[in-house]
């Protein structure tokens, strides 16, 4: 069965069906040493790029080494430390992605927080996508394919739930900046490192009287490592 993700004649970030994703702006994160891994290394050298995600399994694993070190030795507190740092991280590439770009009148809020997922998802987490909007206030992706879907155990990937907690954080920021006054929430319904065949997300126009749900959670999942850590240290 053929996949869009077939076609080779365009990178996996650059194409969305939606006539107003030409529209979308956004920068690329980390965009000095970007320029120089196209400009100086891949286009005059002989690196292999695929070893980047060699490198970038290493730092990931690392992380979660770290996480979970810290849940033993310091608990909730140390926890939360690690928790921070991650969300200022997130929020740092929300930053950069939207820094200086505007929502065009004509893009409905459903179109920007799925492109802006995409951005994310392709971009910045180095995976396979397949979006869709469903309507105003409802949008959803698959991730086809996740750089740490055959190293990663299930709940290793509460680390990303850090990141990207800032990063919607920024999105939040970015649009109220914008004039716009929206809330929209993300639930995941399924994960490959479960034993799925995709981790599949919802987007849903959220209630700004109640807790989002992806925060909500992250708390659950949270308590869970730690009743964990203390097993492992008894």
Known sequence: MKSQHDDTTHKHWEKREEKNWKQFQFNQPYSKGLTRLNDQVLAKTNFDPATLW????????????????VEKHF????????????????YDIGRQVTEGTTIPKEMTNAEWTSFYATVINRIAYASLETARIRDEKD?????????????YQ???????????????????????SQGREDIWDVAFRTTIPSGEETCFFQIQHGDPEQARKWAEYTEFIEKKALEI?????N
Not at 54 to 69: E, F, H, N, P, R
């Open 154 to 176: 299930a709940m290793d990937c509460r680390v990303q739930r850090y990141f990207v907690q800032g990063m919607i954080d920024a999105a939040m920021d970015f649009v109220k």
């Open 75 to 90: 608990g909730q507190e140390g926890q939360q430390i690690i928790n921070k740092s991650l969300t200022r991280v997130g």
């Open 139 to 151: 949008a959803d992706f698959h991730i086809d394919w996740c750089p740490h879907q055959d190293h």
């Open 54 to 69: 060699q490198w970038g399994t290493m730092q990931a694993m690392a992380v979660i080494d770290i996480l979970k070190s």
């Open 229 to 233: 850590a203390k097993k492992e240290n």
